[in-house]
């Protein structure tokens, strides 16, 4: 089956810097790539995805880029802020909808 | 209002009794799916049903059962032999076999004492 990996576990920024959380999987058939936000308590959210036949997708300061070569895909988030600490989960799907999920990263936005 | 609901959202059991977490949406998706969650790591796949009356084991089933008897319902029994059923556990639902976004429950965190 596909392996997820997701680095780092814990990330801390000052708020206004960028974040970045990088992912890897095993499996070249996947071709569906959601990033997921966590908040405590809560289910996950879809923040951002993209799928294989696209290089990088935007939207406003989340942005998420994929290297199908090197198999990995990373999430940015420019001009953090407070309300973006959350755990993050990046995902992979390689189709009949079975998602295999990264182990999650804590971020931490200090004002 | 559409959504996927779990309940209930704190659930609290006694070692050795069957417990089971409901899960109900109303999005008319064909693939739901039970993932558990323990402190620090990722989601795991317990079970998940791609079509009514039909579900799979995922990579943790053991102590689990699951029924798929209509399209809106795909509720999760932890039995008693699940030897660490304490964790937080999430459903989820998508539309199609396509590669689609899943939509995640506001989960059931569940104790066993």
């Known amino acids: 089956g596909e392996n997820v990996e997701q680095h780092p576990s814990t990330l801390s920024v000052q708020e206004g810097d960028s974040a970045v959380i990088k992912c890897t999987y095993s499996?070249?058939?996947?071709?569906?790539f959601p990033w997921y936000k966590q908040e405590l308590g809560k289910g996950p959210q879809l923040i951002i995805d993209?799928?294989?036949?696209?290089g990088e997708k935007k939207d406003q300061r989340i942005a998420v880029t994929l290297n199908k070569t090197a198999k990995h895909f990373s999430l940015h988030i420019t001009e953090t802020q407070p309300e973006d600490s959350a755990v993050y989960f990046c995902a992979a799907n390689m189709g009949f909808n079975k998602f295999y999920f990264g182990s999650g990263t804590k971020l931490n936005v200090k004002p | 209002d559409g959504g996927i609901t779990q309940s209930p959202k704190y659930l609290f059991r006694k070692e050795g009794q069957n417990v089971t977490l409901s899960c109900e949406q109303n999005?008319?998706?064909?693939?739901m799916y039970w993932y558990r969650q323990d402190p620090g790591q990722g989601l795991r796949l317990i079970y998940y049903?791609?079509?009514?009356?039909?579900?799979q084991k995922g990579d943790i089933a053991e102590g689990y059962s699951v029924s798929r008897e209509k399209k809106e319902s795909f509720p999760l029994t932890v039995t008693s032999a699940q030897k660490n059923p304490t964790a937080f556990y999430l459903c989820a639902s998508s539309p199609d076999r396509g590669n689609t976004e899943a939509f995640f429950g506001q989960g059931t965190r569940l104790t066993v004492v």
């Open positions: 499996d070249s058939a996947s071709n569906y």
């Open positions: 993209i799928r294989s036949n696209v």
């Open positions: 049903s791609q079509i009514v009356n039909d579900f």
């Open positions: 999005l008319n998706h064909d693939a």
